[in-house]
């Protein structure tokens, strides 16, 4: 039996934690791994959430939140930290997903000490450096080094084609968002009560639609998040819809959205949602109006429209596919676009279509397989 290779997953957010955790359960059924996880805790409540619902515990929890904190002391933390759990785990490979501090910071670290870096969700980009920002700039780094780029799609291996990766390094494995999905929707269906905590809400709004929301893009930060609000404001005077919007824990998000929203009878302002719960307001959604990376990929696979206030994505394929639309953060265009997703049968039902641009549920084992090369 030869000897199990030690893999270190590396992650901070929620994001990471939802689109890694079926990475670490398949690794910690397979013998040819033996698989360590290190959090960096960039976030705090919304990580927890994640580790709690898919039964993880993490071996090192560097608890690194701060409120607001700023880039440059969290990147430096980041580093720092990491570094010193891989002098002390020496592992073989480092795994990290995506495109945030914590996975610039550990892919970094990683490379100072010359260990093989595999980058989970390789290859997107938007472009444009300043949007996402910081996270088109972070993803560039990791895919100048990896050892293994895990793309989700055949529009991100090419991305990093044509930045001259080595082809040899590059494998289309589906995204594990769609492994995650796949989780949660089993799990809600052997256990419904994980998800009945929005029974209230629902009642609430019977008869109306629901519109899904998420916000918080750090260059949607000021005008932009001010934009999104007023037109949240204006979208939820409709008697027939209704908006939900478990709000992000930054600062920079709940201070505008709840002195523009709250109060109002067609919005529900929540908290964060657990996954499965999350899971809940896409399958009772009509629309999805949203900045997020994840929520662009989920909702294409339920066939639930999906309008991204951003002006460009890195995830093309959901646009392409026409379940997903690019509608930036000018007021009066997310007005118009909601409306007429609500009023124009024809515009809404060619929007509403599943399909998997993203992959088909096993990306975590393409992923386990690579890594025991
Ligand atoms: C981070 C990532 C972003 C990702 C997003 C997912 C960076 C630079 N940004 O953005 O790429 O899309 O997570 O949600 O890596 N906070 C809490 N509790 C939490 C989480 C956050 O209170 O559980 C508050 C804290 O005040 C924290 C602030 O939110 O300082 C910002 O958190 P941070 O991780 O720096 O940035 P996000 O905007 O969450
Ligand atoms: N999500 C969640 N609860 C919420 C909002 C989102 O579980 O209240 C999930 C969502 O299903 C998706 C992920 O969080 O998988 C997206 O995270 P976020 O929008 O914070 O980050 P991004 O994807 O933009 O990096």
């Not at 000897?3 to 690794?27: N, Q």
């Not at 910081?134 to 990791?142: A, G, S, Y």
């Not at 824990?249 to 067609?266: Q, W, Y």
């Not at 690019?326 to 007021?331: F, I, K, R, Y």
């Amino acid at each position: 039996m030869p000897v199990p290779k030690r893999v270190l997953t590396v992650f901070g957010t929620r994001p990471e934690a939802i689109k890694l955790f079926p990475v670490l359960h398949a690794l910690e059924q397979d013998d040819r791994f033996d698989s360590r996880v290190c959090v960096s805790a960039q976030h705090r409540a919304m990580l927890d959430s994640v580790l709690e619902i898919a039964g993880l515990s993490p071996h090192y929890d560097l608890d690194l939140m701060k409120p607001n904190q700023s880039l440059d002391a969290l990147t430096a933390a980041a580093l720092t930290g990491l570094g010193a759990v891989m002098d002390e785990e020496k592992p073989d490979w480092v795994v990290v997903q995506g495109d945030t501090t914590t996975v610039m910071a550990g892919a970094i670290a990683a490379y100072y000490r010359q260990i093989p870096v595999c980058h989970v969700e390789a290859g997107l980009r938007s472009g444009d450096i300043y949007r996402p920002w910081p996270e088109e700039v972070n993803r560039k780094i990791v895919g100048s080094f990896a050892t293994l780029h895990c793309a989700p799609t055949e529009t991100a291996a090419k991305a990093l084609r044509s930045e001259n990766v080595d082809p040899k390094t590059v494998h289309v494995t589906g995204n594990t968002v769609i492994d995650a999905l796949h989780w949660v929707t089993k799990e809600v269906a052997a256990k419904p009560e994980l998800a009945s905590g929005l029974a209230d809400i629902e009642a609430r709004f019977a008869g109306k639609h629901i519109v899904g929301m998420t916000s918080h893009r750090r260059e949607n930060f000021g005008e932009g998040m001010e934009a999104i609000a007023s037109a949240v404001r204006e979208i939820a005077s409709r008697e027939d819809i209704a908006v939900i919007f478990p709000v992000h824990l930054n600062p920079n998000v709940r201070s505008v959205m709840n002195e523009a929203l709250a109060g109002l009878d067609n919005v529900a302002l929540i908290e964060p949602l657990d996954y499965p719960h999350f899971a809940r307001l896409l399958d009772i959604a009509h629309i999805m109006l949203t900045d997020s990376g994840g929520v662009q990929e989920e909702a294409p696979a339920l066939g639930k429209p999906v309008l991204v206030m951003r002006e460009t994505t890195e995830r093309p394929e959901g646009v392409e596919a026409g379940t997903a639309k690019l509608v930036g953060t000018d007021a009066d265009t997310i007005i118009a676009e909601v409306g007429k997703l609500l009023d124009d049968t024809d515009a809404y039902e060619a929007m509403a279509r599943a399909h998997n641009p993203f992959g088909d549920g096993h990306a975590s084992q393409r992923i386990c397989d690579l890594l025991a090369g």
